[in-house]
T-cell receptor
Framework: QKEVEQDPGPLSVPEGAIVSLNCTYS??????FMWYRQYSRKGPELLMY????GNKEDGRFTAQVDKSSKYISLFIRDSQPSDSATYLC?????????????FGTGTRLTIIP | GAVVSQHPSRVICKSGTSVKIECRSL??????MFWYRQFPKQSLMLMAT?????????EQGVEKDKFLINHASLTLSTLTVTSAHPEDSSFYIC?????????FGSGTRLTVV
């Protein structure tokens, strides 16, 4: 079993829809949770960063972490064609900075105009 | 925000030659940098962790003598692909930790012909 499971998609939704992206994990030591967006042939761009359980909102993006279920989500409201990209979840245990990230496989998202 | 500058963005080299990829943290000091490799439509695969002033830590299966990593200062880490072969063609990305997450470079697409 992989440490982090993420549905690779592809996922296609119409413009304006709410998008829900999810990851599950098995390592209860993970404390920091991140979502990255990666456009084709570019490096990943950090979208959201949360610590432990709870919600965090930034514009059209909301990240949720449920440590009891080992489940994290990223919601995108009012989706735009420019949101079309691969979304990667990533997480690490404490000792932030020196630990390597554990990534999900990434979900390819396409927003249809 | 924190910026990691990676150069070159694209390089084509002949089989048997060596290629150096540079990764610089522009507005922060990076004690630790991470080097990844990514194949098309796949997630990032960690190759090695680079620590300033000490030897890099390589992941299992990554050849140390082939992928030379140097982290001589707090703002610069380099990856040299030695005696490159076509199977080394890939997308290489560096990353560093900052106060607000892990920031990635824009990636280097290496093509060995």
């Amino acid at each position: 079993q992989k440490e982090v499971e993420q549905d690779p998609g592809p996922l296609s939704v119409p413009e304006g829809a709410i998008v829900s992206l999810n990851c599950t994990y098995s390592n209860s030591a993970f404390q920091y949770f991140m979502w990255y967006r990666q456009y084709s042939r570019k490096g990943p761009e950090l979208l959201m960063y949360t610590y432990s359980s709870g919600n965090k909102e930034d514009g059209r993006f909301t990240a949720q972490v449920d440590k009891s279920s080992k489940y994290i989500s990223l919601f995108i409201r009012d989706s735009q064609p420019s949101d079309s990209a691969t979304y990667l979840c990533a997480m690490i245990p404490p000792n932030f900075g020196n630990e390597k990230l554990t990534f999900g496989t990434g979900t390819r998202l396409t927003i249809i105009p | 925000g924190a910026v990691v500058s990676q150069h070159p963005s694209r390089v084509i080299c002949k089989s048997g030659t060596s290629v150096k990829i540079e990764c610089r943290s522009l507005d922060f000091q990076a004690t630790t940098m991470f080097w990844y490799r990514q194949f098309p439509k796949q997630s990032l695969m960690l190759m090695a962790t680079s620590n300033e002033g000490s030897k890099a830590t390589y992941e299992q299966g990554v050849e140390k003598d082939k992928f030379l990593i140097n982290h001589a200062s707090l703002t610069l880490s380099t990856l040299t692909v030695t005696s490159a072969h076509p199977e080394d063609s890939s997308f290489y990305i560096c990353s560093a930790s900052t106060g607000g997450g892990y920031t990635f470079g824009s990636g280097t697409r290496l093509t060995v012909v």
